[in-house]
């Protein structure tokens, strides 16, 4: 056997005897961590065996990397540079070539590379890591204006850059997959180093879009409009990105991207339409990145503002809730401290923003409403929110008063106002106009009209005229909690000397005229039989 045959019989033997062993690692390797650690090490240990002295690896080249993701249509990726362990050993002084342990394996037997690719999968967790590698590439953009701009003035190398250099690459190698491409020793040396402020400003300002919305998410703000603009600015900021990188000679950043993917997919899962820059043919402005920063913190400074209004507002809330309990529990007394609380506390939140028809605030105070003592003066906020209670109540006719409209029943109440007011006019100040108790109480009580002024928007001095008519025999007032009105529409009534009735209670026949018959029955009586006389 020549030396030929022997060596071939050697390979053939060798092949047989490791190819099971490769089989075996290729099937496990993928789902075992440890394992590949090991071959790491195995392969590096036995390249190490083979070279020359190794030679220092500069500063540039030992970025930490990540595969470039692909643009928004989808082409296939170009691949960020990526700096393989030991590549100092590809420009080894004797020329020899030596690969990593995956090319040394490809030796015994080729491993096909997959050609596809897939698109990565990028959750709100990945929000605040894509805003801190963004932030450490602004600075890396600078430092690469700066580094330049150095080596073009003659710098000294050793002094005042290759530190700076390290401690960089030191920070970008604490961050998981933040490859800092712009300070590579491929990467981008644009004439105008300008163009590196406009990538810094630009990553900054997706630093700032991530972070904002990555704050909504975890404060829970269910401001929908809030949520959407936020997404808006974070399509625009990464469509800047997008062209600054492209405009100073770059290819893709992985952040960019994976924010690209996030806004895709975010909008379509919360059915938002982000109406711009999610496309190639509509590019944001990099030049334009101090204003959209400055937008970014506009928005964070108006929801801080919305948290803090809201927090505020569930105190006094609290406090509301507390004192009203406290004069429920003790109904018919007076309680005048815990009303002048809680009117305290409704004057803050009608200050801070809080309409007087809030539904909340009403809720809280109409179980107890009735009990306001007579001799406290509501406040201004107060008197708002009583009359948006009253405009509440009257809109919304209790079951009592509907099936009383439909079915009347004719009490003896009823009956005796009647007889009082029959063929006479009746003024009702307040509430809102109902037809059909309108209807109910002419027809119950036979009156010539009801003249129903509807307290809403208007002053007292509207309502003499018709107070002042001669037919007009007693006067409702329905607005139940206005002791400022109450006493306006009285002069009016002492004026002209009409009773005055006040209705504490609904519309119906039967409240109506009980609430006469209590208030001004002596007095309607008395003229009746001076007139008869």
């Known amino acids: 056997m020549n030396s030929n045959e022997e060596r071939e019989s050697i390979s053939i033997d060798l092949w047989t005897a490791v190819k099971p062993l490769i089989d075996h690692l ?14 790491r090490g195995l392969g590096e240990t036995l390249l190490a065996l083979g070279q020359e002295p190794v030679i220092e690896l500069p500063a540039e080249e030992s ?168 997404l808006d600015l974070a399509a625009e900021a990464q469509s800047a990105l997008r062209v600054a990188i492209t405009e100073i000679g770059g290819n893709t950043d992985s952040d960019q991207y994976k924010l690209f993917q996030w806004l895709k997919t975010t909008g379509a899962e919360r059915q938002i339409l982000i109406r711009r820059y999610m496309r190639k043919d509509d590019p944001a402005d990099p030049l334009a990145w101090q204003a959209l920063q400055e937008r970014v913190q506009q928005l964070g400074e108006r929801m801080n503002s919305t948290r803090e209004r809201t927090k505020r507002q569930r105190g006094l809330f609290s406090k509301v809730r507390y004192h009203l309990k406290l004069i429920e529990a003790n109904r018919g007394q007076e309680r005048i401290y815990d009303w002048q609380k809680v009117m305290e506390a409704i004057d803050e939140l009608i200050a801070d923003g809080l309409p007087p028809s809030n539904r909340e605030l009403r809720d809280c105070v109409l ?5 306001l003592p007579e001799t406290v003066e509501p406040s201004k906020a107060m008197s708002l929110v009583l009359r948006e209670l009253e405009q509440f109540i009257t809109a919304r006719p209790t079951k009592a008063e509907s099936d009383e409209v439909l079915t009347p029943i004719i009490t003896e109440d009823v009956r005796k106002a009647a007889d009082l007011l029959r063929g006479r006019a009746v003024v009702l100040i307040g509430g809102l106009k ?37 037919d007009v025999d007693v006067v409702l007032l329905a607005i139940r909690w206005s002791r400022h009105g109450f006493g306006e529409v009285k002069a009016f009534c002492d004026k002209y000397d009409k009773p005055l009735v006040r209705l504490p209670g609904g519309y119906s026949p039967n409240q109506v005229a009980f609430h006469i018959m209590s208030q001004v029955a002596e007095r309607l009586s008395n003229k009746s039989a001076a007139l008869v006389f």
């Not at 960089?168 to 402020?197: N, T, V």
């Open 63 to 230: 970025v930490a990397t990540t595969p470039a993701s692909p643009p928004e249509t989808g082409e296939p990726a170009k691949s960020e540079p990526v700096t393989q362990p030991y590549a100092s050993y590809n420009r080894n002084l004797n020329g020899h070539h030596v690969g990593s342990v995956r090319e040394t394996l490809r030796v015994l037997r080729p491993v096909p590379t997959p050609a596809t690719w897939r698109a990565p999968t990028v959750t709100d967790a990945d929000l605040p890591l894509i805003a801190e590698r963004c932030r450490l590439k602004a600075e890396g953009a600078r430092w690469s204006a700066t580094r330049q701009r150095l080596l073009r003035e003659g710098a000294d190398y050793d002094a005042q850059i290759e530190p700076q250099d390290r401690d960089i690459i030191a920070r970008a190698k604490m961050l998981p997959e933040c490859f800092l491409w712009m300070c590579h020793r491929d990467g981008p040396s644009p004439s105008d180093l300008e163009q590196y402020e406009e990538l810094a400003g630009s990553f900054e300002a997706a630093a700032a879009a991530a972070l904002l919305i990555d704050q909504i998410i975890n404060t829970q703000n269910d401001d929908h409009d809030l949520f959407a603009h936020a």
């Open 367 to 371: 179980p107890v409403a009735e009990e």
């Open 434 to 470: 109902r037809p059909q108790a309108a209807e109910a109480l002419t027809n119950a009580l036979e009156l010539s009209e009801l003249i129903w002024v509807e307290g809403r928007d208007q002053t007292y001095e509207l309502f003499e005229p018709d107070v002042a008519r001669p």
């Open 26 to 39: 290729q099937r496990l390797a993928p789902g075992d961590n440890e394992l590949r650690k090991h071959l």
